[in-house]
Nanobody, 123 residues
């Protein structure tokens, strides 16, 4: 039902910025809540940021609050603007979709996932 494709990952220096995008297709009711997760090698998948129905109920992980910002563009892509990147932000970033009204922070809540895009932050 839902297809998600991430893009925008790459290599950036500490303190730099990247903008990730998630192109979503499928019925809108199947992706009322959407979120970004990330996973570094040897670590558990971690919630980054998410929003619920109509873009409401925005939630950010404490580790990225005030540095990352969610938005949607003219073609309804979910964007994640990442500023002041740190080495610990290095991970594969995944877009996820859920049918709830609000975005939950556990990956178990999401029924569809993109393939991921690599973000590498280096000095």
């Amino acid at each position: 039902q839902v297809q998600l494709v991430e893009s925008g990952g790459g290599v950036v220096q500490v303190g730099g910025s990247l903008r990730l995008s998630c192109a979503a297709t499928g019925p809108a009711y199947t992706r009322t809540a959407m979120a970004w997760f990330r996973q570094a090698p040897g670590k558990e998948r971690e919630f980054v940021a998410g929003s619920g129905y109509g873009g409401a109920y925005e939630t950010y992980a404490d580790s990225v609050r005030d540095r990352f910002t969610l938005s949607r563009n003219d073609t309804d892509q979910l964007l994640l603007q990442m500023d002041n990147l740190k080495a610990e932000d290095t991970a594969v970033y995944y877009c996820a979709a859920d049918s709830r009204l609000a975005a939950l922070t556990t990956p178990l809540a999401y029924h569809d996932w993109g393939q991921g895009t690599q973000v590498t932050v280096s000095s």
